[in-house]
């Protein structure tokens, strides 16, 4: 997981996918229209969906993970905070999904550390990152409208050669 500002991506990723969806979310404004499923950017190699809710309490709430997309998500209008998890330990609570590309996982009783987004942050989850979004930040529930960017994780691994 990484979490830090937009304008300071550069210092972390570099690379056309990088710099393609980066590039992307820095055009994004916050009345950016929400959307009903993935819209593609790049073929499968980078989708994105902007999406709008109220932020609520950790009760009842499961785990997040991925295991082909890494996820960028940014609020565009208001704060949330993400909670994180490393997927080592959690009780797996319902199998992957394909199709949607994600899995999900019993929240545990600690939360490893949290990420509070807000409009010109930016946080990344990778296939090994549990996490839980549209949680409260300073315990009042606010509207967020929110963008999140899905990266294939083979457009940005270096793949392994058989000689």
Do not use: C
């Amino acid at each position: 997981m990484i979490a830090a500002k937009l304008s300071d991506w550069r210092q972390h990723f570099s690379g056309p996918v990088w710099t393609q969806a980066f590039e992307f979310l820095e055009t994004l404004a916050t009345d950016s229209a929400d959307n009903d499923g993935l819209v593609s950017i790049d073929g499968d190699t980078l989708l994105y969906r902007v999406m709008s809710y109220p932020t609520r309490g950790p009760e009842g709430t499961t785990v997040e993970a991925h295991e082909k997309y890494i996820d960028i998500q940014m609020s565009l209008d208001g704060s949330e905070a993400i909670d994180w998890f490393s997927r080592d330990g959690l009780t797996l609570n319902k199998a992957y999904d394909s199709e949607n590309d994600y899995l999900l996982f019993d929240r545990p009783d600690h939360v490893t550390g949290t990420v509070n987004n807000r409009p010109g942050y930016f946080s990344v989850f990778y296939p090994d990152d549990g996490h839980t979004a549209q949680q409260l930040v300073g315990g009042a529930s606010e509207n967020v409208r929110k963008v999140v960017i899905k990266v294939l994780l083979d457009a940005v691994q270096p793949q392994a050669t058989i000689s």
